[in-house]
């Protein structure tokens, strides 16, 4: 199998290029390009559902308010998911401003409308790339605890149908480690935005992940190699320049987190 065939595009919060980012909107849009995943953010809210946001707070640079106004940045700050409800939390509004769904959905609702959709529209149903959003200075403020956290995520991934077919990535090692506790069977990716040698990152975690993922200009052949002699797949984030596409597709990595996957199902597409 070519380099070319083997790397799969996953849509970065959809199509969060060009739609409200994390939206059914921007997923659905991804959906139709025809890529292999649809990579999206998630956090806990105060009713313990798993919502699908990049803050576990309301960014004012991508919501508004209930009354349709702009927020503060500590109005957007102190609008804590975690303490609200999924109802108490639709009632702000993502922008860039959408006429369909134009709110923060669970996990539940972006798998049921895409699910729908690719019936519909005879499309192969793309996987599902989670990432938790958890960081230490949120536990119990922001968030519950890594093992709080990933016990609810492995019940939904379960009652909503992605076993086998999701894999969970966050830059907390932490969340991670829970997770693998909580259910070894689920791959798992290590984000990575810093420049540590692939073997201080990975000594971050006790087990070997499914999927190391840096931030794409981390890559060369020498990280390929490191992580195929040890069986782990690489995942590059965020990937929208073509030229940085083609490179990381002839180097063979296993997918490309972009906000165009279009454009990355294209050069897939073409002859090699």
Not at 69 to 87: C, D, Y
Not at 130 to 152: C, H, M, N
């Amino acid at each position: 199998m070519s380099a070319s065939r083997a790397t799969e595009v996953h849509g970065h919060r959809g199509c969060g290029g060009s739609f409200p980012a994390n939206s059914v909107k921007a997923f659905l849009e991804a959906a139709r390009t025809g890529c292999h995943w649809l990579e999206m953010d998630v956090v806990i809210t105060g009713d313990n559902d798993v919502l699908v946001s990049h803050e576990p707070w309301m960014d004012p640079a991508t919501c508004l308010g209930p009354a349709g106004k702009p927020l503060s940045a500590e109005e957007g700050r102190s609008a804590n998911i975690f303490k609200m409800t999924v109802e108490e939390v639709q009632r702000y509004r993502l922008l860039p401003a959408s006429t369909f769904a134009p709110w923060k959905p669970t996990l539940t609702e972006v798998h049921a409308h895409i699910h729908r959709a690719c019936a519909e529209n005879s499309v192969p149903m793309p996987r599902f790339n989670i990432e938790l959003k958890s960081d230490p200075t949120w536990y119990g403020t922001y968030q519950p605890s890594p093992a709080v956290f990933a016990q609810r995520m492995v019940q939904e991934i379960h009652v909503v149908g992605l076993h086998g077919h999701c894999l969970v990535q966050s830059f907390d090692p932490a969340i991670l480690e829970a997770m693998h506790r909580a259910d070894p069977s689920i791959p798992l990716a290590l984000l990575v935005e810093n420049r540590s040698s692939v073997a201080e990152n990975l000594r971050l975690l006790g087990f070997l992940p499914a999927y190391y993922s840096p931030e794409h200009h981390l890559i060369d052949g020498g990280t390929m190699e490191e992580l195929r002699n040890q069986g782990i797949g690489l995942l590059a984030w965020t990937v929208n320049d073509e030229t940085e596409m083609r490179r990381l597709i002839a180097l063979g990595v296993d997918g490309l987190i972009t906000d165009e996957p279009g454009k990355a199902m294209a050069l897939l597409a073409e002859p090699h």
